[in-house]
Structures are given as structure tokens and as C-alpha cells.
């Protein structure tokens, strides 16, 4: 397999998935401005949709759109999902409500947007991730163990760090717990992200001194 990413797009959630799964793919970055790989090749002859993610299988067969790429995903290797009758069904719910609500609300902060505009984006998200906050169900969206929607999820929570849009604690906490593993690390320094990952090591060990003060204090 080999994936087509942009760095900390929404792609990084694909990338993420692939190390999670422990499986061989190869990567190659796209400028989504010039539409050209890292190598040079022309982006647009791999997927004329002209973005990213696009997933080339084994089979010659190009995956595009994230919440196709990571279905699949999590379907090939199910690792990635959530086990029961409705665990395909609850997943795809809330990649759905990532992809459709929280993703396209960062639209403005992208882009030449007015402040005004900025603002009412960020309150906008702001209620989306207290929804999402709201459905945690343990450490990770679904439990014990992250499935592919944590892995949107994170994406987005990473740019509500970047555009200074309030989250929830709870979901400060999964994004903070997310960055500590080991697959999401490797993603992010393949993508360049190092000073990323530097950002959330700081962050969790604050919020570690602060609970133990608030323990000596309160026990």
C-alpha cells in the first residue's frame, strides 16, 4: 500500500491508522498547493479529486476521502474499529459527525477569513467537541482503546490547539493521550510534526504536576 499525505491534514489520521495496524505501506507527501508529490510527480494523475488522503491497495485500487479510507481500514483490520453488531455502525456515526460538523467548521481559520468569522468558527467548534466530549465512553471515544475515529478526532483536536479554540478537559486529556503512543509519534515526526509532539509531552507532564498538587492539597 502507499499513502498520500499532507502534513497534519486530515491524512495524518490515516497515517496514524496504518502504523497502529502494524502493517508495510509506503508515504509520500503532496504539496496540495503546486498538487506535486515529494518526488515530483504529478498529484493529480493519482486521484483528480487533487487531495488528500488517497490510499493505492495492493491491488492497484486508489482509495480517496477520509471516512472511505479509514472504513476500510478499520474493516480490513479490525484493530482499528470497535467489536459488536453496531461497532462498524457507531464508528461510522462518529466519523461522519468529525468529517461533516467539526472538519468542515475549521474551514475559516484556514482560510483569509475575517476575525469576526474566526470567532463565530470557534464558538461553533467549541459546542461540536463539548457534543463529542459528552459521548466518551472511557480513555478513548469508544473505551479502553482507540479506534479510528480517535485518530479524526486528534487531527482536529490538534488544530483547536493551533487556532486557539477551547476543548473540553476530557478531550484535552484524549489528545494528550493519544500523542503518547507510539504510532501517533512516529506519524507525526514522519510528517514533521516534532515540535508538535514537544508541545504535548510539556502540556502532560504540567497537567501531571498539577494533579499531584491538587492531590497533596486535597488528600
Not at 487531495?51 to 476500510?72: C, F, K, Q, R
Not at 482560510?111 to 459521548?135: F, G, N, Y
Not at 503512543?181 to 510528517?191: K, L, S, T
Amino acid at each position: 500500500m502507499k499513502l498520500y499525505y499532507s502534513p497534519l491534514a486530515c491524512s495524518l489520521a490515516d497515517h496514524i491508522a496504518l502504523l497502529e495496524a502494524g502493517v508495510p505501506f509506503e508515504r509520500e507527501s503532496v504539496n496540495l498547493k503546486t498538487k506535486r508529490t515529494a518526488s515530483g510527480a504529478d498529484f493529480n494523475a493519482v486521484t483528480r479529486k487533487g487531495y488528500v488522503p488517497a490510499l493505492v491497495l495492493d491491488s492497484g485500487e486508489i482509495l480517496t476521502e477520509n471516512i472511505a479510507v479509514l472504513d476500510w481500514l478499520a474493516t480490513e483490520y479490525p484493530k482499528l474499529g470497535i467489536p459488536g453488531n453496531l461497532g462498524r455502525t457507531r464508528v461510522l456515526e462518529a466519523l461522519v459527525f468529525i468529517s461533516t460538523e467539526v472538519h468542515r467548521s475549521f474551514k475559516p481559520m484556514w482560510q483569509a477569513s475575517s476575525e469576526t468569522q474566526k470567532a463565530q468558527a470557534r464558538a461553533t467548534i467549541s459546542k461540536l467537541l463539548d457534543i463529542l466530549s459528552e459521548s466518551l465512553a472511557g480513555n478513548y471515544l469508544f473505551g479502553a482503546t482507540p479506534s479510528v475515529a480517535d485518530f479524526y478526532l486528534f487531527v482536529m483536536l490538534l488544530w483547536a490547539e493551533r487556532f486557539d479554540v477551547s476543548a473540553p478537559a476530557q478531550l484535552v486529556a484524549l489528545r494528550q493521550r493519544m500523542a503518547s503512543r507510539p504510532a501517533v509519534q512516529a506519524a507525526m515526526r514522519q510528517e514533521g510534526l516534532i515540535s508538535l509532539i514537544d508541545s504535548e509531552a510539556k502540556d502532560s507532564e504540567a497537567n501531571a504536576h498539577t494533579r499531584e498538587e491538587c492531590d497533596h492539597v486535597t488528600g
